[in-house]
């Protein structure tokens, strides 16, 4: 297994089926990743040592996904250079509005690049990941045309 470039974490087991089809749309474009619960509330310790040894140990990026009081995106930017994309987990409570307030509404100077409610915010997620690696790597570049065109060519032309 390659070493990850990307790192997908997420505050509980319970946003796996959330974030998972992060984890699938890089590893069809053959995106090295890894997965991780990682807890802003439960395991801080755990945050502080993902968010610092992220660097040093090869990533490129952090896909982070949380719900409710959504500090985990936020926090781990705060720890590291590297880009951060938050997604909003839809919560039980306020159907993930409480997500995507608390990981958009980042104060100036420590960004997050927050992406959709949900799994489309996943999935968009690691394609803007790969969009950012692509242009510093031709093949996955041809991979992730490759992927657009398939999208584009299954789309129905009528609805039924
Ligand atoms: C957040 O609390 C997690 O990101 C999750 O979306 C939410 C609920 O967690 P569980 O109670 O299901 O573990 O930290």
Known sequence: MDKPLVGIIMG?????ATMKPAADILTALGV???TRVVSAHRTPARLVDYATTAVGRGLRAIIAGAGGAAHLPGMVASMTRLPVF?????????????SLLSIVQMPAGIPVGTLAIG???ATNAALIVAAQL??????LAE?????RATQTENVAETPE
Do not use: C, I, N, Y
């Open 12 to 16: 509980s087991t319970s946003d796996w």
């Open 86 to 98: 938050g997604v909003p987990v839809q919560s039980k409570a306020l159907s993930g509005m409480d």
């Open 32 to 34: 090295p990743h890894e």
């Open 134 to 139: 692509a242009t510093t790597d031709e093949a």
């Open 143 to 147: 991979r992730l045309d490759a992927w």
């Open 119 to 121: 799994p489309a915010g």
